[in-house]
């Protein structure tokens, strides 16, 4: 927070910079690239890392927004290979993180939060949630904060 003369001026968190630990829960462990990595799907990696709320659903799409010379299928072939998870599901599981960490550091709204994430329907979006983090979204919201006042 940064105070002024007469006003107060809030900071928005950076948000990407706490997601990994909320990839690596989903995943169950670290996703990394090979050695032996074709450089396209480090690409395609780097993307979604970066922009997460921004890849599109179909991959063919994204490899034309990122400039890569693959169709869908190929590129698809590519990402699982080189880091032993289909991109659909990498995608939606760094979503899911950004999201969680959204929820434990920001007030916004959870029907807010779930639209960031690319879902329209927020009961949906807490129903997928509290599939990979075994709670929904207020809970987890609730217990990340008392997690931090009691540090």
Same mark, same amino acid.
Do not use: H, N, Q
């Given at each position: @927070?940064?105070?002024?003369?007469? /006003?107060?001026? =809030? +900071?928005?968190? +950076? *948000? !990407?910079?706490? /997601?990994? &630990? =909320?990839? #690596? !829960?989903? !995943?169950? #462990?670290?996703? /990394?690239l090979r050695a032996d990595i074709d450089w396209r799907a480090g690409r395609m990696k780097e993307f979604i890392d970066s922009h997460p709320e921004q890849v599109p659903?179909?991959?063919t799409d994204l490899c034309k927004q990122i400039g890569l010379p693959v169709s869908g299928r190929q &590129?698809?072939?590519l990402f699982k290979s080189s880091t032993? *998870?289909? *991109? #659909?599901? =990498?995608? @939606? +599981? /760094? #979503?899911?993180a950004v999201a969680a960490e959204q929820l434990r550091v920001t007030n916004v709204a959870i029907k807010v939060v779930a639209a960031e994430a690319g879902y329209q329907n927020s009961r949906h979006f807490a129903r997928r949630f509290k599939q990979l983090f075994h709670v929904n979204p207020m809970e987890f919201r609730k217990l990340s904060r008392r997690r931090e006042f009691a540090v």
């Open positions: @927070m940064v105070v002024g003369p007469k /006003t107060v001026i =809030y +900071k928005r968190p +950076k *948000i !990407l910079e706490g /997601t990994g &630990a =909320y990839v #690596r !829960l989903i !995943l169950g #462990r670290r996703c /990394t659903r179909d991959v &590129a698809r072939r032993g *998870i289909g *991109i #659909r599901s =990498y995608s @939606m +599981k /760094t #979503r899911f």
